[in-house]
């Protein structure tokens, strides 16, 4: 038992070492190869720990051996452009000012909901308020807010309700804000879309709506609403 308190902490020692020597502060700090360096060093340094008959330098070698490569790696990817984009990837751009990049998104295995729930997150509840929003190699979402003139009534905060996610509609939105489909189906014919076209759409208690085509710029259009109080 006293073997293995004491490597245990021997083991805590080396392992803090290493992620120290790793310079990030945080796991949202990392990028890709430095995370699956991380997560193989947590579990080669369970292996001794577990066992007080396994050598304790069965976990050690390999912990130095990956804290060895990720100084090599991070090297290399400062010096060369083209390692750091094989290593750690590109930022990619999910909004911009023609609305919503499906390609990008398909690039990173996202859905909508995985982006509005990125947009909220970083502090925004309407895509109309957004210029650029670019994911960045460590998973993080910058936000370049659109430089506009206040248009919301004094008083009044306009909070969207999504009406359609990735071409089919979100049936309890709709009955909430009371807008008709043939109204919904009218601005899409008026724009020579169909649902299916549609990766996002919402509306605001004012009627004011926006559409984010899958391969078209997005725009805005008026909708009829009975239940703008309802939200």
Not at 131 to 138: D, K, L
Not at 175 to 185: A, D, H, N, Q, V
């Amino acid at each position: 038992m006293f073997v293995v308190f004491l490597k245990s902490i021997i083991t805590f020692l080396i392992v803090f070492f290493v992620i120290r020597l790793m310079g990030k502060r945080q796991i949202g700090e990392m990028q890709p190869f430095e995370l699956v360096i991380t997560l193989i060093i947590a579990e080669v340094a369970c292996i001794p720990m577990n066992d007080p008959y396994i050598p304790l330098y069965y976990g050690l070698i390999p912990i130095f051996t990956l804290a060895t490569l990720h100084i090599v790696l991070s090297f290399i990817s400062r010096k060369s452009v083209k390692v750091r984009k094989v290593l750690s990837g590109n930022s990619l751009i999910v909004i911009d000012k023609s609305g919503i990049n499906y390609e990008n998104m398909k690039k990173m295995n996202m859905n909508i909901d995985d982006l509005i729930e990125a947009v909220r997150t970083a502090g925004y509840v309407d895509f109309t308020q957004i210029a650029y929003a670019i994911f960045e190699t460590n998973g993080q979402l910058c936000v370049v807010e659109k430089q506009q003139e206040q248009t919301e009534p004094q008083g009044q905060t306009l909070l969207p309700l999504e009406l359609v996610v990735d071409g089919k509609y979100i049936e309890h939105n709709v009955r909430l804000s009371g807008t008709p489909k043939s109204e919904i189906e009218r601005v899409l014919s008026d724009n020579g879309l169909k649902l299916s076209d549609i990766l996002y759409a919402d509306v605001r208690q004012d009627g004011n709506a926006y559409f984010s085509p899958k391969r078209r710029p997005a725009f805005c259009n008026t909708l009829e609403i009975s239940g703008g109080e309802n939200w």
